[in-house]
């Protein structure tokens, strides 16, 4: 079973703080995602990464930066924090093509 | 437009009910998941199947490609099933999914 998790499981800071999520993956997959998840929206691809080093933008991508340093570790980074990136943030893991595994998710509240 | 659809948007049931959750999408299709968020928010992946029929227990999904929908059927419901079914599309030639908005399910005792 693939073992993925995420830090902190909840974050509060305030408008235009500096914020780092991290996720780490112990199943030596080589693609890494970062979701938003918000009401009536569902699941949003943020940004995702084939392998260390490597960064693909995804579908919202504004007012992210990410960063893959090593195979296990893919880092979101929010720089000037706003209200509306309040939201539940999830790390995936996977082979390619295969199934995705996803952490606890992170619960960030932007004030 | 949305790529995937999901339907019903919630659904309440009485224990020992069956469910039938759909999944219709617009664009060509690499693989079909399935996955179940508990009302904790955690996501565990139920199937991934781009085509046919698979079964996991009291689970079934089907994908009919041609006809752009897959489903997945809950027999037998039990309240522990209660929580959020997603569906996510992988499309052809990309290594991304795009989730649909998910079916709200709950199992009344």
């Known amino acids: 079973e693939a073992a993925v998790t995420q830090s902190p499981r909840n974050k509060v800071t305030v408008t235009g703080g500096n914020v780092t999520l991290s996720c780490r993956q112990t199943?030596?997959?080589?693609?890494m995602y970062w979701y938003r998840q918000d009401t009536g929206h569902g699941l949003r691809l943020i940004h995702y990464?084939?392998?260390?080093?490597?960064?693909q933008i995804g579908d919202v991508p504004d007012g992210y930066k990410a960063t893959r340093t090593t195979q296990e570790d893919f880092f979101l980074l929010l720089e000037l924090a706003s209200p509306s990136q309040t939201s539940l943030y999830f790390c995936?893991?996977?082979?390619?093509?295969?199934?995705?595994?996803f952490g606890p998710g992170t619960r960030l509240l932007v004030l | 437009g949305q790529q995937v659809q999901q339907s019903p948007a919630s659904l309440v049931l009485q224990e020992g009910e069956n469910a039938e959750l759909q999944c219709n999408f617009s664009?060509?299709?690499?693989?079909m998941q399935w996955f179940y968020q508990r009302p904790g928010g955690s996501l565990v992946s139920l199937f991934y199947?781009?085509?046919g029929t698979k079964h996991s227990g009291r689970l079934t999904s089907t994908t009919v490609i041609k006809e752009r929908r897959s489903s997945l059927h809950i027999s037998s419901s039990q309240t522990t099933d209660s929580g959020t079914y997603l569906c996510?599309?992988?499309?052809?030639?990309?290594?991304?999914?795009?989730f649909g908005k998910g079916t709200q399910l709950i199992i009344q005792p």
């Open positions: 995936a893991s996977s082979d390619a093509g295969g199934t995705q595994y």
């Open positions: 199943n030596s997959h080589n693609y």
């Open positions: 990464s084939y392998g260390a080093g490597n960064l």
């Open positions: 664009t060509s299709l690499n693989s």
């Open positions: 199947n781009p085509s």
């Open positions: 996510a599309l992988e499309r052809g030639g990309a290594d991304r999914l795009t």
